[in-house]
């Protein structure tokens, strides 16, 4: 139980940005697993079971919202923390994102240490 | 769309400017980071070059893609933030232009930020070496307002001194001073390989202008006369650093050349013809050291009852005997582009396709063998000329799959090669006659040289399923 705590699935198609993100997470103290589309995503919360989802909503294959909204209609991943990643422009995004099912949201450019407080947050 | 993207691009040019600015502190010799800071630095370099290459060749959603590498740059720069006790003074300076860089303001203002960074660029450490106090303070003034950081010395001595000890970027060199004068200084500064390179710009008045023309003729980059111009000096200075950051990179470029090249001359110098290495000084990476699956071509030679023609002979005739003829092989077997893999007694075993591989491996092989039963001629004229036996050898290859890597232990170790064609080479070359070429039916598929073919023999290998046809190679066609 202590373990799955720890584990995040950080969902990111920028490889880039994704690498960043996983270093900084796993700096913080966490165990990192990524996807970098919806449907790779839904893939890793099936068979990888985090303890909190970390999603960019602009994604490719099939988009973060549809993503979150098909995990949700699974039993097993009904309750699973959705923390939504935004470009900061777009709050239609943000209203988009709670609707299929996000917890919260954390607009790019992220602010770590927020982001940290909300993961310690719903973790806790 | 296209105004967002080009004001995308204008940001990614300013951020990529600060990265330079603070690589260029990172590259500096006297740089030293720990290995957390420096694989974050490393990832944060290579983030802006991703960043740079996407504004060359833009993507789809150039825009998107670009607002997350930025993201992840700004990210990798907090990171270096986190512990700044980790980090020298000008490397958190850099990191944090690079952090200015990266917030929403800067990306409406490329140009502001970008001379802001251009000045960051270009502070140094300058030593000013003048005998007279209010010239050292003046001048320490005008360039600490600059953002310099300033020693001074009041001798030549001093200079000298103080030079030895610590990194300087610039010179400042008055001509006349006591004691040892400037150009003396000039002169032990290039006289000395870790100073030579530093620029150095005399100072002087108008009545010295003789001296200053003799120091800039033995190295000085410039000079400076009195009264002189504060701006003219900032400009100077400028000029001076930016040199020796060329000349810092350069450096540590050909000090990382170095090592390579050794390492890779003291792995496999011993092994390989030079060509071959020269080749592999190209592209190190491209060596698999670890263990890797190779099609080579392997040759294994001996001299036919060589242990009878020694019994004889005393010992130090039979290693004079030895390598008078193993001597000559192994020239002719680097001259092909050979890999010597072993001697063992009077046996050779040889390997052409290891560490690297070419295309025409089997065609050197056969060439090599038939010029190496070509120099027997030679060696078998000397031995009788020293009353020595006349010696006959015989000649196996074989092409096949083998494992090929840096073989044994820390203490002993060599490049050597594991898999069954080396069984069947062997078996290939026990039925070898005296002065023949037998070849592997493998080998001889992938010839593409007119070869004259000598006798097939069908041969049974233990331990492999199916027979080896091999074939007698007499020569090359006429």
């Not at chain 2, 993201?71 to 300076?93: H, K, N, T």
């Not at chain 2, 320490?140 to 200079?159: I, Q, Y």
Request: with cysteine; glycine share 8%; net charge negative.
């Amino acid at each position: 139980m202590t373990d799955t705590a720890h584990k995040l699935l950080l969902v990111e198609d920028n490889e880039v940005n994704r690498e960043m993100l996983t270093r900084r997470l796993k700096r913080a103290g966490y165990e990192v697993v990524t996807a970098g589309d919806g449907a790779e995503a839904l893939e890793r919360m099936r068979d990888s079971a985090p303890a909190l989802v970390l999603m960019d909503i602009n994604l490719p294959i099939m988009d973060g919202c549809t993503a979150v909204a098909e995990a949700r209609k699974e039993p097993a991943l009904q309750t699973v923390p959705i923390i939504a990643l935004t470009a900061h422009a777009m709050e239609a995004d943000r209203a988009k994102a709670i609707d299929a099912g996000c917890n919260d949201y954390a607009t790019k450019p992220i602010d770590f240490p927020d982001l940290l407080s909300k993961i310690a947050g719903f973790l806790s | 769309m296209g105004n967002k993207r080009e004001s995308a691009f204008q940001w990614s040019e300013t951020i990529i400017a600060a990265v330079g600015g603070l690589k260029d502190v990172v590259s500096r010799p006297s740089t030293h980071l720990n290995d957390v800071v420096s694989d974050d630095m490393e990832a944060l370099f290579e983030a802006t070059f991703r960043l740079n290459k996407l504004i060359n060749e833009p993507t789809d959603d150039a825009h998107h893609d670009a607002m997350n590498i930025i993201g992840a740059i700004r990210g990798y720069g907090e990171m270096l933030c986190e512990d700044e006790s980790a980090l020298p003074q000008d490397v958190l300076r850099g990191v944090k232009a690079v952090l200015v860089a990266c917030q929403e303001e800067s990306s409406g203002e490329g140009f502001r930020g970008l001379n802001a960074l251009t000045d960051q660029k270009n502070v140094g450490v300058i030593l000013a070496v003048d005998d007279m106090a209010e010239n050292r303070n003046l001048v320490s003034r005008l360039l600490s307002k600059a953002g310099h950081t300033v020693l001074t010395a009041e001798s030549g001595e001093e200079a000298l001194e103080l030079l030895q000890s610590q990194g300087v970027d610039v010179v400042l060199l008055d001509l006349m001073m006591p004691g040892i004068g400037g150009s003396e200084v000039l002169q032990s500064m290039k006289a000395d390989p870790k100073l030579r390179a530093t620029p150095v710009i005399m100072i002087s008045g108008r009545q010295d202008m003789d001296q200053i023309v003799a120091c800039i003729q033995a190295g000085a980059d410039d000079y400076l006369l009195k009264p002189f111009n504060p701006v003219l000096l900032q400009a100077r200075i400028a000029a001076g650093i930016e040199r020796k950051r060329w000349y810092d990179k350069e450096e540590q470029y050909r000090q990382q050349l170095e090592r390579n090249e050794r390492f890779i001359r003291a792995t496999f110098g011993r092994y390989l013809s030079d060509d071959i290495v020269n080749e592999i000084l190209e592209s190190p990476e491209g060596l698999e050291l670890g263990g890797d699956l190779r099609e080579v071509t392997i040759m294994m030679s001996d001299i036919r009852g060589f242990t009878t023609l020694s019994e004889h002979l005393p010992p130090a005739t039979v290693v004079q005997l030895l390598n008078r003829y193993l001597g000559r092989m192994t020239d002719i077997i680097l001259e092909y582009g050979g890999t010597i893999d072993e001697f063992l007694g009077d046996a050779v075993l040889a390997v052409f396709g290891a560490p690297k591989s070419r295309e025409d491996d089997q065609d050197r092989a056969v060439r090599c063998a038939i010029a190496m039963q070509d120099a027997m001629t030679q060696v078998n004229e000397e031995n009788a000329a020293d009353g020595l036996p006349f010696l006959e050898m015989a000649i196996a290859l074989n092409t096949g799959t083998v494992i090929a890597g840096n073989i044994g232990s820390e203490r002993r170790a060599k490049y050597g090669f594991v898999g069954h064609a080396m069984n069947v080479t062997s078996r290939i070359e026990d039925v070898s006659k005296r002065g023949q070429i037998l070849i592997s039916e493998s080998t001889l598929k992938k010839l593409t040289g007119d070869y004259t073919v000598g006798e097939k023999q069908t041969l049974s290998v233990r331990g492999i399923e199916e027979s080896v046809v091999v074939y007698a190679i007499e020569g090359v066609a006429q």
